[in-house]
Structure formats: structure tokens, C-alpha cells
């Protein structure tokens, strides 16, 4: 779902939530002391500067981004000069501490509980949900095979290129331990959905080699999921990197060094929910830089590059079809 004004007794869509999660990230960038935005050098270079900043630090810049960006230069301009960016401070929420992840109980877009045995198999909508802070968005999927039957989804080892250190993927839950969920932030340079997202089995051929972006798939990545033997996978459109959902969101191809980190999902069968109870491997870009995985990456919980926590509940979106336009 994208933000919503209503203007008499209708609502309109004023931005995406891809452009939601995106203006999150970058003013939570733009407050940190590490990646401090230069407001004199903006004033002297306009958009300019701000390209290279939001390419550098916040993550690659594709034509439609690059557009967005240019209809929000007089609104960083306005924040330059009197420190406020209006009606976009509601979106980022006011910073606290964080000491652990929450257990969370993912609800549907009505807000009632989330039945597992509700998801679709190899579904090709963008479904998330922030966790463990808000603007932290996650991919949630029910994996199948090619004729759309769920896979169990076993538990392997999981190698970070970048360091070549391993960590244990747990594997697949719900009813046929075929619901998994990973990070939906590319871990090359930060990209998020509609430009990296899942695709299923029948959107995994030739044809997607000349799709139209976010569509786009590599040769590359057409190689290595047959050589991995897996009809669906995950796929940055920003640089080409691809990651293989049936494997703990292991890298099938660059230029990202880091596997998708993994939300740690519990299944209560008793009731069909689901609760998001923690995360693992290496932690969310820009903060796993050094590629070293972890059974809890507390830099996760830095709410100084996302917000605050999301507590015992958080709400499943399903937001669109990319190949709606294919």
C-alpha cells in the first residue's frame, strides 16, 4: 500500500511504498552522523549532490528513481534551510532504544492474524512486512515447485562469499514447511521492491531477458538457477544480483558478496499463525558491510538507519504484481 490522502469522500495514492520505504531509508541516512548530508555543498550543487549522496549511501539510482528524486529537490532543499521536510516527518518515527527482537504476530491486511495455510504458492505479488523496526521491509513467501505444489523447504548451510563464512539456514515452516522469509533489501547497494523482488517458476525463462524493469532478468541468473536446480528465485533489476529462495537466500550471482538475511519465522500450528521472532546471518545493508554472519545481528536494531521497533504485532502488505505490465 503507498501513503493516502482523502479528499472528500474519496482517497487518492500520493506515493508507493516502494517510495515510502525509500524516503524512510534516505532521511534516516541523511540524520545518521556516519553518512552526515552536506547541506552547504547541496546548496552549492542541487541535485547533482544529491544524486551521488543517495547513490553512495543509500543505494543504486535507476531512471524512475532518478525522476522521483527530482520531484522531491525542493523538499530537501526546504529541509536545508529550516530543518523540516513538511509532511514527510510523520514517516520517520521518532528514534528509541531497541534491546532485542520482538516476537511478532503477523497480521493480514485487515489487521485479524495471518493464517499460514492462507498464502499462496509462488505467488508473483510483493508481499512484505517490516520487521524487527519499521522501514526494515521482508520478503514473506510460500515457495512450490514448477506445477505450483509448496516444497518443503530443508535446512542448509549457508556460505557468505565476501568472507567465506557459513552460518545454518533453519529451513521452511507452516503447514508444509514451504513458508520462508528474507530481508527484501538487496545486500549489494540497498535497492529495495519493486526493483529487487521474487519470481516465480513461470516467470523464470528467456522471455524475462527482454521484460520491460523491474522485470528484468540476467542470462546469468537464468544459468544459475538451472544449475542450482531451482525454478524460482529472487532478482535485483538495479545490478543483477540474484539469490536463491529454496537455500536460505544464498547469492546465485553478484555483484552482491552477502546472502539476504533471514527472518526467523515460528509456525503455531494450533492456530495457523505466524510469528516473526528474530533474524539471522548477515545483518541488513548497509550495516552487514563486513560480512560476517551472526544467530542474532543486534545492528539490525540500529534505529539510527531505520526506525522503531515494530513490537508484538506487524502487518503483512500486499503491495503489487510487477509483471502486471509485462
Known amino acids: 500500500m503507498g501513503l493516502k490522502i482523502r479528499l472528500g469522500n474519496g482517497e487518492r495514492r500520493v506515493l508507493k511504498s516502494s517510495d515510502l520505504y525509500f524516503i524512510q531509508k534516505l532521511l534516516k541516512t541523511m540524520r545518521n552522523p556516519k553518512t552526515r548530508f552536506d547541506s552547504r555543498e547541496f546548496l552549492e550543487k542541487g541535485q547533482d549532490y544529491l544524486f551521488n549522496y ?17 520531484g522531491i529537490v525542493i523538499g530537501v ?12 516527518r510523520v514517516l520517520v518515527p521518532p528514534v528509541e532504544q531497541v534491546s532485542g527482537f520482538p516476537k511478532s504476530l503477523l497480521l493480514d491486511s485487515s489487521g485479524n492474524p495471518l493464517k499460514a495455510s492462507s498464502i499462496p504458492v509462488n505467488s508473483p505479488i510483493i508481499t512484505l512486512y517490516e520487521y524487527p523496526l519499521t522501514g526494515e521491509p521482508n520478503f514473506l513467501l510460500n515457495l512450490g515447485d514448477k506445477n505450483g505444489n509448496p516444497v518443503s523447504i530443508s ?3 549457508v556460505v557468505v562469499p565476501q568472507t567465506g563464512k557459513t552460518y545454518k539456514f533453519p529451513g521452511g515452516v507452516g503447514p508444509n514447511n514451504s513458508i520462508v522469509s528474507y530481508s527484501a533489501i538487496c545486500q549489494h547497494l540497498g535497492c529495495t521492491p519493486p526493483y529487487i523482488h521474487f519470481y516465480p517458476p513461470n516467470y523464470v525463462g528467456p522471455s524475462q531477458l527482454t521484460a520491460p524493469e523491474p522485470d528484468t532478468l540476467t542470462a546469468q541468473a537464468l544459468l544459475a538457477a538451472k544449475q542450482a536446480d531451482i525454478p524460482a528465485l529472487i532478482h535485483c533489476d538495479c545490478h543483477g544480483s540474484t539469490y536463491d529462495p529454496y537455500k536460505g537466500g544464498a547469492v546465485l550471482t553478484g555483484p552482491t558478496q552477502r546472502p539476504l538475511p533471514t527472518v526467523l519465522l515460528e509456525y503455531d500450528s494450533s492456530t495457523d499463525y505466524l510469528y516473526a521472532i528474530g533474524a539471522l546471518g548477515v545483518a541488513t545493508y548497509p550495516e552487514g558491510a563486513d560480512g560476517v554472519p551472526s544467530q542474532d545481528p543486534t545492528k539490525d536494531l540500529d534505529t539510527s ?8 504485532k506487524t502487518q503483512v502488505q500486499a503491495s503489487t504484481n510487477p509483471f502486471s505490465g509485462s
Do not use: C, M
Open 54 to 70: 543517495v547513490g553512495k549511501n543509500v543505494g543504486g539510482i535507476d531512471e524512475g528513481r532518478r525522476n522521483f528524486l527530482k
Open 77 to 88: 532543499a526546504a529541509a536545508t534551510v529550516v530543518g523540516v521536510i513538511p509532511g514527510l
Open 155 to 157: 535446512p542448509v548451510e
Open 305 to 312: 538507519q531505520y526506525g522503531s521497533s515494530v513490537g508484538d
